[in-house]
């Protein structure tokens, strides 16, 4: 907890008990969606409401401490954004997001030739079917 809470200090943002959980439940997942974030944790705030989740997740998204995943034909999910930067792979059966990480140098040289644009950072979405899906029979 008290590095969740760390990620709070550089803001001006309060360590309320629902931004906690809801770091710590992001923490824990590693990616994880607005509505699961809610389920997990109504049990424990009964009285949070899904807007209030929606509104610390914008709030944390703004300050910088989470990102948000735009992920084709998923739920947007959420991440800890101080990280060592990476790529993910995303399963189109059941929407499993692994992190990879790979060096981009050659996307970024051959954007930077193509476009004549400084490329800072490259992210890669791969998306496929992962092992526990194969196994399964899922995705042919
Ligand atoms: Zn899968
Ligand atoms: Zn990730």
């Not at 200090?9 to 607005?34: C, F, M, N, V, Y």
């Not at 060592?84 to 059941?94: D, G």
């Amino acid at each position: 907890m008290e590095k969740i809470k760390s990620l709070l200090e550089s803001t001006p943002l309060k360590a309320t008990p629902q931004r906690l959980a809801i770091l710590k439940e992001i923490s824990k997942w590693g990616h994880i969606d607005l509505d699961s974030i809610y389920k997990n944790l109504s049990r424990t705030f009964p009285s949070m409401s899904l807007a209030t989740v929606y509104k610390n997740l914008h709030t944390l998204k703004e300050y910088g401490i989470i990102k948000e995943l735009n992920i084709d034909n998923l739920k947007n999910k959420y991440e800890i954004a101080a990280q060592k930067k990476h790529h993910h792979l995303v399963c189109k059966v059941c929407g499993e997001i692994t992190d990879i990480f790979l060096e981009t140098t050659e996307i970024t040289k051959q954007t930077q030739n193509m476009e004549h644009f400084d490329v800072d950072y490259c992210e890669v979405f791969c998306y496929g079917v992962c092992e526990k899906c194969k196994e399964k029979g899922k995705g042919n």
